[in-house]
């Protein structure tokens, strides 16, 4: 999964199947949990948040899950599509934190065809 | 919606030269705004956070006297990278934070420029 690191690691997924990220925290203080999705030279953008006291949320082909106990996050992407190809990035904000976002180390999806 | 733009959204100089990146919020008044860099195929990393109307406040190991960040209204932050090295060509990108009060929870979300292509040669 996904944690402050050095290298991206690559997530290859046929179209139509679903594809899940992991995710880990350090931080027990942080309290919202927004996953962003960046394509080449553009900007993050938000495809779906959660807060501290959620345990799952969904959205439009979206499901975030969050384990506090294990400091565990993940999101699945249900029936993938070529388009959904992009860095998936999850971040973190910290309570008292002047909404500082720190970032994980990101994810490559790959949606063949 | 909320927008941010960046300016310019490339630039090429040369090594020892100062460029400036100017971060604007063009529907929405933001009090905070921060800077981030992106190495290829590295996340974003946080550089500073740009607070109107005071000094910015830096992460650890960023150099505040080569990274100059001026909040001087509630839509627009510069940062500036003074003597700039082949080693500080990046994409910077920037985010200008919203306060959305709720009935029940607040709810804060940034909103990121398109970035900035620095190379330096």
């Known amino acids: 999964g996904e944690s402050v690191g050095l290298h991206l690691p690559t997530l290859s997924v046929q179209e139509g199947d679903s594809a899940v990220i992991k995710c880990t925290y350090s931080?027990?203080?942080?309290?919202?949990f927004p996953w962003y999705k960046q394509e080449l030279g553009k900007r993050p953008q938000l495809i779906i948040d959660i807060r501290s006291n959620m345990d799952k949320r969904q959205g439009q082909r979206v499901t975030v899950l969050l384990n506090k106990t294990v400091k565990h996050l993940s999101l699945q992407i249900a029936a993938t599509q070529p388009g959904d190809s992009a860095v998936y990035f999850c971040a973190e904000i910290a309570t008292d934190s002047w909404g500082k976002l720190q970032f994980g180390a990101g994810t490559q999806v790959v949606v063949t065809p | 919606g909320a927008v941010v733009s960046q300016h310019p959204s490339r630039v090429i100089c040369k090594s020892g030269t100062s460029v400036k990146i100017e971060c604007r919020s063009l529907?929405?008044?933001?009090?905070?705004m921060f800077w981030y860099r992106q190495f290829p195929k590295q996340s974003l990393m946080l550089m500073a956070t740009s607070n109107e109307g005071s000094k910015a406040t830096y992460e650890q190991g960023v150099e505040k006297d080569k990274f100059l960040i001026n909040h001087a209204s509630l839509t627009l932050s510069t940062l500036t990278v003074t003597s700039a090295h082949p080693e500080d060509s990046s994409f910077y990108i920037c985010?200008?934070?919203?306060?959305?009060?709720?009935?029940?929870?607040?709810?804060?979300?940034?909103?990121f420029g398109p970035g900035t292509r620095l190379l330096v040669l």
């Open positions: 931080d027990s203080a942080s309290n919202y």
């Open positions: 985010s200008a934070r919203r306060s959305l009060a709720g009935a029940l929870t607040d709810q804060e979300t940034q909103y």
């Open positions: 529907d929405f008044q933001a009090t905070t």
